[in-house]
């Protein structure tokens, strides 16, 4: 029994590993196309001139005599330069150009070996702690919020937690939770992790990147000594097969992310917003939370929503957002990468780009949450991120005020090296468990 119990949980492990945006590596490739500005930290001042190598490796060896044809352009841009060269020893060092203003070159490569093509690119920053945002914050931004929560805190929460024995650990019960949310009768769902032991404790809030999947739940910070609560937003159980997720996604839930853009009180993410804040809302309302301690974190859709917890929600002590989707939405319009869902760039510009639905997307946009922001935080992502690309992060980034640290790990896209996660987590750990004095030291 045990033997199978144990296998069960692993399976729903993996899984849980499998569908996190924090966990998707790159795929190993026999031909390696590796693409490096030329200056160590990969920035370069405003018409300063960047400069590229090029390499193809094969076996960890140049490979002679190769072609290559590479593209230059500004991130999630049209490209300004394309040359095809022969690579007599397997590498070559070009001049990428410069920008006239803040943001991001890129450099892409090109091969084909043996019939195979293969790729790779690099990102320039230019002086990236300069970027503005391009999107405005509302008037009543602050008062439409305000009313938005205090229309939620009327419906009751009425709380409903099932254990999970299967999931228990010697030191942790896992529960699956369930809340009212945003009308009556509608719910959100959700893992609890709460360590067994008699006591108060702190508590981290998981908030998930975008899609469908069921949630494992966080033992492992749980058996540290603090409270972990994962949600989902979709309003269905996080304990269902993986499939029906699946399903949904090609289905009802598909492209979730445009659902009523048109109407600001009716926008998808106006009920997953103050989802978060529900979330809070329970946490506090347990008697095992120590009232106090609070902190919020989440990748991709769940950077974003980490941002916008701690910019709506006061009670949050502490955010670790990584690649934050929903920041500088209008930046197509503008001329510049915009961040996920990119609902103004070319392929959606002509269903989207309507004045109604540009003026929604200010009271959603991660910038001006993060012109709230007043606690600390550590936040992470990389150069090469295209889902999530770095002009639309270093505009929320850069409005912030409160103390904060980035955590850069230049080469990463939409994924995260292992020894990154560990010191997110770790971070967590001690302002939740340790000296917050520290915080960002």
Known sequence: MKNKLFCAFSAILVFALLCSPLAAQPREQLVKVIVAPDHDNWEYKVRENAKFTISVLQYGNPLKNVKVRYELMPEKMDRVKTETLTLKEGKVAIDGGTMKSPGFLQCWAYTTVDGKD????ATAGFEPLKIEPTTKQPRDFIEFWEKAKAENTKIPLDAKMTLLPERCTETVNVYHVNLQNFRQGARLYGILCMPKKEGKYPALLRV???GAQPYGGDTAQAQKGIITFEIGIHGVPVTMEPNLYNEMMRGAIFDYW???????????????????????????????FDGEKLAVTGGSQGGALTIITAGLDPRVKWLAPIYPALCDLTGYLHGRAGGWPH????SN??????EDKIET??????????RQIKVSGLYSWGFNDTVCPPTSMYSAYNVITAPKALLLYLETGHWTYPEQVEKIEAWLA??????QSQALK
């Not at 293969?118 to 690119?121: E, N």
């Open 208 to 210: 998930p990147g975008a």
């Open 349 to 354: 510009y002509a269903f989207n780009a309507k």
């Open 361 to 370: 997307s200010k009271y959603y946009d991660v910038v001006n949450f993060a």
């Open 430 to 435: 001690k302002m939740l468990l340790g000296d």
């Open 258 to 288: 445009f659902y009523n853009l048109d109407d600001r009180d009716r926008y998808f993410y106006k009920r997953v917003y103050i989802g978060c804040v529900r979330a809070v809302d329970f946490l506090f309302s347990l008697p095992q």
């Open 118 to 121: 293969y790729s790779g690119f």
């Open 343 to 346: 609902m103004f760039d070319k």
